[in-house]
Nanobody, 129 residues
Framework: EVQLQASGGGLVQAGESLRLSCEFS????????IGWFRQAPGKEREGVSC????????????FYKDFAKGRFTISRDSAKNTAYLQMNSLKPEDTAVYYC??????????????????WGKGTQVTVSS
């Protein structure tokens, strides 16, 4: 059974940093996309960032939504089965519940929640001004 568990959220002030972690298990496949989404109050869930893994190794392909470019960094520790989202220079508009999600198999299409197969519970990120 595939499971993903996000953690690392919290309350920070604008300009500070947080690192979210996503521990995953039960992956019986070597090709997948793992990524982060967020949902702010009253808004639709949106993609933040993702990375691609081929044959169990990151293939170097990452994606960031425009608001995340230059501030957020996605990474993966294969030994720990954990993906990370390092978020720097946080802004109040980054306040949201952050979710990690995964899609089995190789994929090069649009990064939307509709294409992801597995989801973890979210972690709250609150950025005060």
């Amino acid at each position: 059974e595939v499971q993903l568990q996000a953690s690392g959220g919290g309350l920070v002030q604008a300009g500070e940093s947080l690192r979210l972690s996503c521990e995953f298990s039960g992956f019986t496949f070597d090709d997948y996309v793992i990524g982060w989404f967020r949902q702010a109050p009253g808004k639709e869930r949106e993609g933040v960032s993702c990375l691609s893994v081929i044959d169990g190794r990151a293939d170097g392909r990452t994606f960031y939504k425009d608001f995340a470019k230059g501030r957020f960094t996605i990474s993966r520790d294969s030994a720990k089965n954990t993906a990370y989202l390092q978020m720097n220079s946080l802004k109040p508009e980054d306040t949201a519940v952050y979710y990690c999600a995964a899609r089995q198999g190789w994929y090069a299409g649009r990064f939307t929640d509709a294409v992801m197969h597995y989801w973890g519970k979210g972690t709250q990120v609150t950025v005060s001004s």
